[in-house]
């Protein structure tokens, strides 16, 4: 069982910056590939970032390429998903996800099996 607790989200102007974290429980963090995803109202939940469990190899989907980044911290049990240039379509909640073990990311929720409760982000223009 692995809890995952999410933070850093707000409100934003269109533009600006924040830096979501997610903690995770457990000791078996860093065979976990991360994941982030968002999901706006009236919308399904869509991929946003994903690490595999050693970080080698990440995905950002197109609408969020060089603006966002994603990096894990396996000393801290922690992953983060920078946002720069912040857009009001980058409004929704955001969770991230665990995938274990030892695996590569994947790009669909359901491969994944831990979730957060998620967080708020507001971008306003």
């Known amino acids: 069982q692995v809890d995952l607790v999410e933070s850093g989200g707000g409100l934003v102007q269109a533009g600006g910056s924040l830096r979501l974290s997610c903690e995770a429980s457990?000791?078996?963090?860093?065979?976990?590939?991360m994941g982030w995803f968002r999901q706006a109202p009236g919308k399904e939940r869509e991929i946003v970032a994903a690490?595999?469990?050693?970080?080698?190899?990440?995905y950002y989907t197109d609408s969020v390429k060089g603006r966002f980044t994603i990096s894990r911290d396996n000393a801290k049990n922690t992953v983060y998903l920078q946002m720069t240039s912040l857009k009001p379509e980058d409004t929704a909640v955001y969770y991230c996800?665990?995938?274990?073990?030892?695996?590569?990311?994947?790009?669909?929720?359901?491969?994944?099996?831990?979730w957060g409760q998620g967080t708020q982000v507001t971008v306003s223009s």
């Open positions: 996800a665990a995938k274990g073990y030892f695996s590569d990311y994947d790009v669909f929720p359901q491969g994944y099996d831990y």
């Open positions: 457990g000791r078996t963090f860093a065979s976990y590939a």
């Open positions: 690490t595999s469990w050693d970080g080698r190899s990440t």
